[in-house]
């Protein structure tokens, strides 16, 4: 099977920052779980965010928040793949799956997505990095070191600083993925803000981002949308962050980030026009 290639899906990547709107079709997401249960509130929340200006929608039916429990391989199934199908129905190209498991990557993109985006970086489905290469999509590799449910427990810890750990970890996931047989070149990297690291390190990790991406020269893809430093910060619930998430989104931009994910896309859209014309006056028209 042979999907769209990364410059195919997303022709403007690194001339300017694509935006990627979160669609959780799942009962316990920290922020918006519960909302888009049903098929036709979630087809009609992904074309408004389209419309909104988001450059691919991101469809997820496993909740990845700290201390959250696994589902089985046949809900995340009947969660996400009526949704996929019921858009690429409707000729929407830009779709996302957010799974760790191989059976719901190859599900998806037969239904229609033309992404791939695991937040274990190939580590939690041996079959992944197989399943993905024999699809010919392009895949996010998003770093990790554990489950959702263990994530932010025990000390964490990252020998010689988080950010080269992460380059470590990551580069070890560019490595599988290009061992079975996925072109560096359709592989977009994230270090998992959030993903069992503590406030210091999430913003050690986007202050950094300009190094992470010189040393995997891979586009970045980060995601702050909501998430609980940004509440460490300003004392804020989950739903009262999104300016804190665009404060952010800015800074990331800054530091490297060319694709950011994010639940409020009407708000992002604004702020990353704003950002790129200051921060890609003359940014590079490839990697």
Do not use: C, W
Request: glycine share 10%.
């Amino acid at each position: 099977m042979g999907g769209r290639t990364l410059d195919e899906l997303f022709p403007d990547l690194g001339r300017r920052t694509l935006v990627m709107g979160i669609l959780n079709v799942t009962p316990d997401s920290f922020s918006d779980g519960g909302r888009y249960g049903d098929v036709d509130a979630a087809v009609e929340a992904a074309l408004t965010m389209l419309a909104q200006g988001a450059d691919v929608v991101d469809i997820g039916g496993e909740s990845t928040r700290p201390g959250s429990d696994p589902v089985s391989l046949e809900e995340e199934l009947r969660r996400v793949i009526p949704v996929v199908e019921a858009l690429a129905e409707l000729g929407i190209q830009g779709l996302s799956v957010d799974t760790t498991k191989a059976e719901v990557a190859r599900r998806a993109v037969a239904a229609g997505a033309g992404l791939v985006n695991d937040v274990s970086a190939l580590t939690f489905d041996p079959e992944m990095a197989d399943a993905v290469a024999a699809l010919g999509v392009p895949l996010v590799l998003s770093h990790t070191r554990a489950r959702p449910k263990t994530m932010q427990q025990g000390e964490l810890t990252y020998e010689g600083g988080v950010l080269a750990a992460v380059i470590r970890e990551l580069e070890a996931s560019i490595a599988k993925a290009v061992a079975a047989g996925l072109p560096q070149a359709q592989l977009i990297v994230d270090p998992g803000i959030g993903f069992g690291k503590d406030l210091d390190q999430n913003l050690a990790l986007i202050r950094g981002l300009d190094q992470l991406k010189a040393a995997l020269r891979r586009p970045v893809l980060i995601g702050t949308s909501r998430k609980s430093f940004l509440g460490a910060l300003t004392g804020q619930p989950a739903e009262a962050r999104d300016a804190a998430t665009l404060a952010s989104v800015v800074l990331a931009i800054q530091y490297g980030a060319d694709m950011v994910r994010v639940h409020d896309v009407p708000g992002t859209v604004d702020a990353v026009k704003v950002a790129d014309a200051l921060v890609r006056v003359a940014a590079p028209t490839g990697l």
